[in-house]
């Protein structure tokens, strides 16, 4: 074992007559523990958030939407469709027409998204469809005598009071022109699956019906309000996003998940950068009482100072041994920190342990992702911190006089 680490290693075993200094070495100790601790936890957090709300938006949503600049829907969608699939990076696409309507059972009514889908293109792009709790995806393409099929968000069925095989109202804005007003249109609905996803704004707001009963409700013959498209690279969903508006030609436009989604990434990426500074401030409280005990320690080993370069001890030693009893304090904090971290932050995840309002955060829990990375930089800004506040200290023990020091031992 080196000089220099044998004694750091020493210092940290306060006699009893160093009990001031050993408290306060436990207490930088446990400070580094709660800084390391508490960033470790609040990353993890950012993290799950970000991930599970961008894994179930992708699952849910199509990466990237092509729509008419005018609203006015996309007449001869299979055959653009079709040319627009051969583009590179284009996985899959799906036709789809939707509006906002309203529903109504005997219990009550509510304002909904009715978004009229082919079955076997929709579940390529999105997998909102996928996961039936009720019913089955067969099921939209069954015909009912003055009836349509319709699959609900779980949400959406508990508040209207239905379950599958109930008989529901959609009425859509989109009605009949008389000489004195506009009369809504209204068509009978049956319930053939209903929807989990997790994710609440879905699972109360989105109902499915085939492309054929959507177009009739709107009376909107042959025509889609948008062809959604699944590509094997979600970030390069911008670039992709171009080469389909070029192909489709003048008088369309795309919209792509990045850009329907960015405040909601947006504000979680402010919320890691906030996150981390006011953080980070319990880790410079830690560093700073590491200087404290460093201080403490030259004023009380000045004579051990003395004695060990009266028998050749440099100042280069001595100043690495104070140095070293610093980092050590850190080191120790730090690791105890990062497993306590992510100790808490896989109970967390495992069993669920904080509940949250999904009609109010989208998620019935809070997640816990920690990354293997964020760990690595969490111990390195903690060390280096705590190394820039053992610099002074270390260099006062070694700029001592060691014969001033021992005149009248």
Known sequence: MRFEFFVALRYLKAK?????????????VLGVLAGVCALVVALAINNGFREDLEQRL????????????????IP????????????????????????????????????????????????????LLLHLKQGSLDGLTQTFREADPIIIGSELAKSLGVTVGDTVMVTSPQGYL???????????????????????????????????????????????????FKIDQIYRAEAVAQAIRQAAGPGFETTTWMEQNRSLFSALSLERLVTMLTIGLIVLVAALNIFITLAMMVMEKNRDIAVLMSMGATKAQIWSVFTLHGLLIAALGT?????????????????????????????????????????????????TISLMATLYPSLAAARLNPAETLRYE
């Open 16 to 28: 009893r007559r160093q009990t001031a200094i050993s408290i306060v070495t436990l207490i930088s």
């Open 58 to 73: 992708l699952g849910a949503t199509a990466h990237i939407n092509l729509l008419r600049s005018k609203n006015d829907g």
């Open 76 to 127: 001869h969608y299979e055959e653009l469709a079709d040319r627009l699939a051969r583009l590179p990076h284009v996985v899959a696409n799906a036709p789809a027409l939707y509006e906002k309507v309203l529903i109504s059972s005997k219990q009550r009514a509510d304002g909904i998204i009715l978004k009229g889908v082919d079955p076997r293109r929709e579940v390529q792009v999105g997998d």
């Open 178 to 228: 008389t000489p004195l007003e506009i009369v809504p249109k209204f068509r009978h609905f049956r319930v053939v699956g209903i929807f989990d996803s997790g994710f609440y704004d879905f699972d109360s707001t989105w109902t499915f019906t085939n492309l054929a009963a959507a177009q009739r409700l709107f009376d909107l013959a042959n025509v889609v309000s948008v062809i959604e």
């Open 335 to 383: 690791g105890l920190g990062l497993a306590l971290g992510y100790a808490l932050s896989w109970l967390g995840d495992r069993y669920k342990l904080i509940h949250l309002q999904a009609d109010v955060y989208a998620l019935s829990y809070v997640p816990f992702h920690p990354r293997p990375w964020d760990g690595v930089w969490i111990a390195l800004a903690a060390l």
